[in-house]
């Protein structure tokens, strides 16, 4: 069974977007003329077994942002999964929101590596990919040139919607995202406040903020999945944003319901 939940693990990351979550340092609010970086840690879980970790550092100054991220097997999922996903991106800050300059996306499993380097036009408009492979369009559904205009990156949407978060306005929205591999309409709503309580000793505790997210492909997904969910719903997809450290939001916890049990992101309060 973990090996199955290992396979779906690595899928829902490529095709959900989950990693744009795992990887999210959610750092919102940047104060005026401040230039600091920022390092956060997420274990992802199926019960008690452990599956997989992710790093990001993100390094913000005035107008701009870069990351880097890493997400690797641990665990029992690592002693059979040969698996690791990378990501970069510059972005900067408009009057419009956050607006992507650059996404380099690799990932490697087993002797399989992929990599895609999209680069977006000046006034973000128009986005060019240069991928190796090619999508093999037996496998997946084609990219068209106009599902590459118009886009945005999903690390910056989420940018966007915690500085939503951080002014008070509610967790509402649709987006059309495109990541160099899958186009996308990334949808968010508003489902209220809890409190959480750790169930891990590294897990947070506290007041936090719910958002339902569904990601509706458009282009680049896969022509069969035998666990794609024909009528997703904004409680498949959780993610809980607080601010553990006493200074910026961020997802602490996601939560992603699958026909096989539930997968558990929980930010590590103790990295």
């Known amino acids: 069974m973990i090996r199955l939940v290992g396979k779906q693990y690595i899928s829902t990351c490529h095709r959900l977007y989950v990693?744009?979550?795992?990887?999210?340092?959610?750092?919102?609010?940047?104060?005026?003329?401040?230039?600091?970086?920022?390092q956060v840690?997420?274990?992802?879980?199926?019960?008690?077994?452990?599956?997989?970790?992710s790093e990001a550092v993100w390094q913000f100054d005035d107008t701009s942002v870069t990351m880097r991220g890493t997400s690797k097997p641990r665990g029992a999922f690592s002693a059979f999964a040969d698996f690791e996903g990378m990501v970069e991106l510059r972005a900067r800050k408009t009057q419009a929101g956050w607006r992507p300059d650059r996404l380099d996306l690799s990932s490697r499993d087993g002797d399989e590596i992929r990599d895609a380097s999209s680069v977006w036009s000046e006034d973000g408009k128009q986005v060019r990919t240069t991928r190796n492979p090619e999508i093999d369009e037996d496998i997946y559904f084609p990219l068209t040139d106009e599902m590459m205009r118009d886009v945005t990156a999903p690390f910056t949407v989420m940018l966007d919607m915690l500085d939503r978060l951080e002014a008070g306005q509610?967790?509402?929205?649709?987006?059309?995202?495109?990541?160099?591999?899958r186009r996308a309409s990334l949808s968010f709503a508003d489902l209220g406040t809890t409190t959480l309580t750790a169930d891990r000793p590294f897990g947070y505790s506290g007041e936090a903020q719910i958002c339902g997210i569904i990601s509706e492909p458009v282009g680049g997904h896969r022509r069969k999945s035998r666990f794609?969910?024909?009528?997703?719903?904004?409680?498949?997809?959780?993610?809980?944003?607080?601010?553990?450290?006493d200074a910026r939001l961020m997802p602490v916890r996601i939560e992603i319901d699958l026909p096989i049990g539930s997968l558990i992101?929980?930010?590590?309060?103790?990295?």
């Open 41 to 53: 840690r997420y274990l992802v879980q199926w019960g008690n077994f452990n599956l997989g970790i």
């Open 228 to 245: 794609r969910n024909n009528e997703p719903e904004f409680d498949d997809i959780k993610a809980y944003i607080a601010a553990p450290f």
């Open 19 to 38: 990693m744009v979550l795992v990887l999210m340092a959610g750092i919102a609010g940047q104060p005026a003329g401040a230039s600091d970086g920022y």
């Open 170 to 181: 509610p967790c509402e929205g649709t987006f059309e995202i495109y990541d160099g591999w």
């Open 265 to 271: 992101v929980r930010l590590d309060t103790d990295s």
